[in-house]
């Protein structure tokens, strides 16, 4: 008798057990191909959101692209047209300098041939006022001998001829000859203070002042002119020359416009200091005063002020040239009818 797994229901079984195995792994192979396709769908609906997201990124990159690259273009047109109108800006400003330098090379040719025409007529203009000059001083010098020979005349006819009458003429002659001497004198004070240089000298102030009123008394004929002085300082280093004709200037200028009323005596105040190392003199009177809008003209020369001068014009044109040597500085302050005062300052 065979054994039971070589019998026929052995088979059987066996048959059945190995197509349940084959089952078993047919099954299990098909559920993890199942398996498999899930996670692959799964992959692939991943990777095609991914591509489909990229895609939409590079579709709005490439719209952005084509709009910056319109942007470009039209910059890029925009450039050659500013490029084109450069160059023809470029040509028009070489043109236009190439006309600027042939007109600077005429106009400087111009002013060259002006230049030395204006040199020339300076240097004409510089002889002349030298001639001019030398004229005015050796005019000056040669009239003061007939002038004073007219003095010696007068002085002579007044003893031959005592009597009233030709006394009074004979004052008169003499008075326009001392009148004569002022203006030549002060002529010749021009050309001299032209050509000066200032010294320095050791100034005693009441000193010049003593002899500045002796100089000029004949200004003052009544002698009712009243002196007053606050000689805070009364020594100086400056120019004696200069300075004296500043101050014989400024007195004579008091002398002769004074009131001619004799309500109010004529007085004349002057006054020095010195402050931060600058010398001042003050020269004040209660004469008739300054009319207010030839303050600024009183130092021009020639310039007269009122009916009332009889002068050349000349004293505050001196006195502003000496000034000016000294460089130095002069106010003047005034009121009609009331007070005329003048401030010298000059730098020690």
Known sequence: MAPWYKTAWAYVLWSALAGFVVWFITIAYSVRVRTQRKKLQLIVADRTYEVM??????????????????????????????????????????????????????????????????????KQLQQINGELDTFVYRASHDLKGPISRINGITSLAKLESPDDINLKYFDMIEHTAKDMEVLLSKLAQVHEIINSKPRKDEIDIPSLLSEIRDVIKFHDKSLKTKYAFDLNVVNITSDRYLLSIIIKNLIENA??????????????????????????????????????????????????????????????????????????????????????????????
């Open 255 to 348: 002398l002769i416009f004074r009131k001619t009323s004799n309500i109010e005596p004529h007085h004349i105040h002057i006054s020095t200091s010195i402050k931060e190392g600058i010398f001042e003199i003050r020269i004040k009177d209660n004469g008739i005063g300054i009319h207010a809008p030839h303050l600024n003209m009183i130092f021009q020369m020639f310039f007269r002020g009122s009916d009332k001068s009889k002068g050349s014009g000349l004293g505050l044109y001196l006195v502003k040239m000496c000034v000016d040597k000294l460089k130095a500085s002069i106010a003047v302050e005034s009121q009609e009818n009331e007070f005329t005062e003048f401030t010298v300052s000059i730098p020690l």
């Open 53 to 122: 997201t990229q895609k939409k990124e590079i579709e709005q990159q490439n719209h952005l692209l084509k709009a910056k690259n319109e942007e470009i273009s039209t910059q890029k047109d925009d450039i050659q047209k500013k490029n084109i109108q450069l160059r023809e800006s470029q040509e028009e400003i070489l043109s236009m300098n190439q006309k600027l330098t042939e007109l600077n090379m005429y106009l400087e040719k111009k002013v060259e041939k002006r230049t030395s025409k204006i040199k020339a007529t300076l």
